[in-house]
Nanobody, 118 residues
Framework: QVQLVESGGGLVQPGGSLRLSCAAS????????MGWYRQAPGKERELVAD???????NYADSVKGRFTISRDNAKNTVYLQMNSLKPEDTAVYYC????????????WGQGTQVTVSS
């Protein structure tokens, strides 16, 4: 199994920045792509960004140009740098990883709250 632990959430003013981290442990060899999802109150969970082991990235249109996903394979950690934050970015952010050996198997972190408010 794979365990994912997020950190770095908090309260920030509009226009501010935060950096989320997600450290993976356990059966690291099973992980292919890693990513970040978010879920706001009353809304469905949505993809924010993801990154393959080779470094290919993908972003939701709503965060392009503001958020940057990166990955340190040596540290088994994925990061999400969030700049120019808006109130609509407020959500619980979840780290995600897919299992390259088992189709449609995904691992999730416990989530970290990001609140953008003045």
């Amino acid at each position: 199994q794979v365990q994912l632990v997020e950190s770095g959430g908090g309260l920030v003013q509009p226009g501010g920045s935060l950096r989320l981290s997600c450290a993976a442990s356990g059966s690291i060899f099973r992980i292919n792509a890693m990513g970040w999802y978010r879920q706001a109150p009353g809304k469905e969970r949505e993809l924010v960004a993801d990154i393959t082991r080779a470094g290919t990235t993908n972003y939701a249109d709503s965060v392009k140009g503001r958020f940057t996903i990166s990955r340190d394979n040596a540290k088994n950690t994925v990061y999400l740098q969030m700049n120019s934050l808006k109130p609509e970015d407020t959500a619980v952010y979840y780290c995600n990883a897919d299992d390259k050996f088992v189709r449609d198997r995904y691992y999730w972190g416990q989530g970290t709250q990001v609140t953008v408010s003045s």
